[in-house]
């Protein structure tokens, strides 16, 4: 009884440092999006999501791929605990924001992996991007890993349908319909890439850097 309580309140605090570090990003992409709206009358940011994995989650996942059962282990292996989520207008916004948040000075880039320039074999696009992110608590600073993920309106509407379905079918799609699912990917690519260009069109290209 009283090693399972330990383990519940060291989990609930490991967790709650993720849960900080999902603040401080979240405080940064809203800065960013603020100040494009000021300077440009546009946000490259349609909306922003964050999610946090369950104690129950978090052990699985460590069970599974078999990584020791202590917060130091669980910090340098798993780096998917915190997730934020960006949904931007178009391909080259999700360049952008990548780049914005990349060079700011407490941020450290630990991974990237390019799935616009690299789509996954089921026709996923978009960029992930795992970070380090200080938190000033009151008596240490830890350095937390973040995952970002950047993708347009119309590949996020893709994947909340491919998740839903993933699980549907439990893992084991069909085939046929994992054959329309890519080729739903091949249009909602086309489609990013047409809206992009009606919206340079009309609007003029936005310039990507407040020192042009």
Same mark, same amino acid.
């Given at each position: 009884?009283?090693? /399972?309580? @330990? ?13 900080? &570090?999902? +603040? +401080? ?9 603020? #100040? ?9 940011? #349609? ?35 915190? /997730?934020?989520?960006?949904?931007? *207008? ?5 360049? =952008?924001? &990548?780049?914005?948040?990349? *060079?700011?000075?407490? !941020? ?14 089921? /026709? ?14 009151? #008596? ?17 509407? =893709? ?13 084991? !799609?069909?085939?046929? !319909?994992?054959? #329309?699912?890519?080729?739903? @990917?091949?249009? @909602? ?14 609007? /003029? ?8």
């Amino acid at each position: 009884m009283a090693e /399972g309580k @330990a383990l519940r309140d060291g989990l609930a605090r490991f967790l709650l440092n993720y849960q900080f &570090a999902i +603040e +401080e990003i979240m405080t940064k992409i809203n800065i960013l999006k603020t #100040e494009f709206e000021h300077l440009h009358d546009y946000s490259p940011i #349609e909306h922003v999501s964050s999610r946090l994995k369950s104690p129950e989650s978090l052990l699985d996942k460590a069970r599974r791929r078999e990584i020791p059962l202590s917060f130091e282990s669980l910090s340098k292996n798993v780096l998917d605990v915190a /997730g934020v989520r960006i949904v931007c *207008s178009f391909q080259s916004d999700a360049y =952008w924001l &990548a780049k914005m948040i990349s *060079s700011q000075q407490d !941020i450290t880039v630990v991974a990237t992996k390019d799935y616009i320039a690299n789509p996954k074999p089921n /026709g996923y696009k978009s960029l992930h991007l795992i970070v380090r992110v200080p938190i000033f608590l009151s #008596e240490s600073i830890q350095n937390m890993h973040v995952e970002l993920q950047i993708r347009t309106v119309a590949m996020d509407f =893709w994947a909340s349908l491919e998740h839903k379905i993933y699980y549907k079918y439990d893992h084991a !799609i069909p085939a046929s !319909i994992l054959a #329309e699912l890519q080729e739903a @990917a091949v249009v @909602a690519s086309r489609l990013d890439t047409k809206m992009e260009r009606i919206h340079d069109d009309v609007q /003029g290209k936005i310039p990507r850097s407040t020192s042009d």
